[in-house]
């Protein structure tokens, strides 16, 4: 491997693993605050991705418009499961409130299918289109714009997350909801909220997503499996730990790939996590708890 060869893998891996931050960072959220495991995320995030198709290429709507307007819907969707699932499930086990989202899952890869068939899309972001050298390396722009979005929004959710009063409060609630409604915080209602910003992230990385891969309505397990790698190679600590984790799988994934023959690159990053997670079996930071 030569010096630019080696560049090349590391800016594409770097900018690959902020889309992979991109599509964890929803479930990352929700299963940190609330507890939830929530295996429907990666079909919302492919319904997100169709939907942005439908917009940028069907309607022709600029693509960052349609970014808007697909977190907005997906967090109105989110609010709708919030109140008619999230909130009956309160008092089941674990077990039932997994059921019940393998069936939202389940009904929501369904109608994908019915309203968009099986077929393949991608997303032709139009102005967006094209490459931009950075030293070495070339790189797509609608990854770099996916990147820097990601990179923004992340910085954002963070200090929003340690800065603010809700943000304390919602941490509040991470840690224990109990005492968490003793001192006035209103549980009910944060949760809601971070429900429905959960699904809107899902939202987000499902554009960032269409912007950069072909996707189609029955390949999101392969999306949620990546997520949850990233949710355990992270730990359930910052938000910073879900875009450290995706930085490492998206550079491990890219230096593979310039090594070994494509075929074994998934194998080689399965690996390399089984490994990280044996050495280091909580987290990037040894994260035991729900810190958010």
Do not use: C
């Amino acid at each position: 491997m030569t010096l630019d060869q080696f560049v090349q893998a590391l800016v594409s891996g770097a900018l690959l693993g902020t889309v992979y931050a991109a599509l964890a960072l929803g479930l990352s959220l929700v299963l940190g605050v609330l507890g939830i495991i929530n295996v429907a995320h990666s079909a919302l995030l492919i319904f997100a991705s169709l939907m942005t198709w439908q917009l940028v290429n069907a309607w022709g709507l600029d693509p960052f418009l349609a970014l808007v307007v697909v977190v907005v819907l997906l967090f109105a969707v989110g609010g709708g499961i919030e109140r008619t699932l999230v909130r009956k499930l309160a008092r089941e086990s674990d077990l039932t409130v997994l059921l019940v989202f393998f069936g939202l899952m389940v009904i929501v890869e369904s109608v994908a299918i019915l309203r968009f068939s099986t077929d393949t899309y991608s997303v032709s972001p139009g102005y967006l289109a094209g490459t931009v050298s950075l030293g070495p390396a070339n790189v797509p722009i609608p990854r770099l714009v996916g990147a820097g979005l990601t990179l923004a929004l992340m910085v954002g959710l963070h200090l929003f997350l340690t800065r603010t009063l809700t943000g304390t409060a919602i941490r509040a609630i991470a840690q224990n909801r109990d005492v968490a409604s003793l001192v006035g915080i209103r549980v009910s209602r944060l949760r809601a909220y971070v429900f429905a910003g959960g699904v809107a992230l899902a939202g987000f990385g499902g554009v960032v997503l269409s912007f950069n891969v072909p996707f189609s309505p029955q390949e999101h397990v392969r999306w949620l499996a990546w997520a949850f790698l990233l949710v355990i190679v992270g730990g359930l600590g910052s938000v910073l730990n879900t875009l450290l984790a995706g930085l490492l799988l998206g550079i491990a994934e890219s230096l593979a790939g310039t090594i070994i023959p494509f075929r074994y690159v998934y194998l080689a990053v399965y690996a390399l996590l089984v490994v990280a997670l044996v050495v280091r079996n909580q987290g990037l930071r040894g994260t035991a708890t729900r810190t958010v």
